[in-house]
């Protein structure tokens, strides 16, 4: 997808794999829109199976979701500060 500039057009999976600058979009960026799509679902069906396993009350479920929640933004942003190396 050129702008200004000529350049040669790359395949879907170059331009999303390999991308080389900030309009493309990278694997990590792919990694991380799908960590956001299925984190939600997931950590409200943990909950739910950890009152269902006997793990805490019913009244619990909202705290304990809230809690994998922050625990999971927690890992997920140490990740990305490592990795970054900044």
Known sequence: MPKDTPQPEKTIRERGTFASHNEDPTLASYLS????????PTFVV?????HWVGLYPY???????AGILIASLIVVFSIM???TGS
């Open 46 to 50: 943990a909950a739910y199976g950890g």
């Open 59 to 65: 009244e619990l479920i909202v705290p304990a979701f």
């Open 81 to 83: 500060h490592w990795l």
């Open 33 to 40: 829109s799908l960590f956001f799509l299925l984190s939600v």
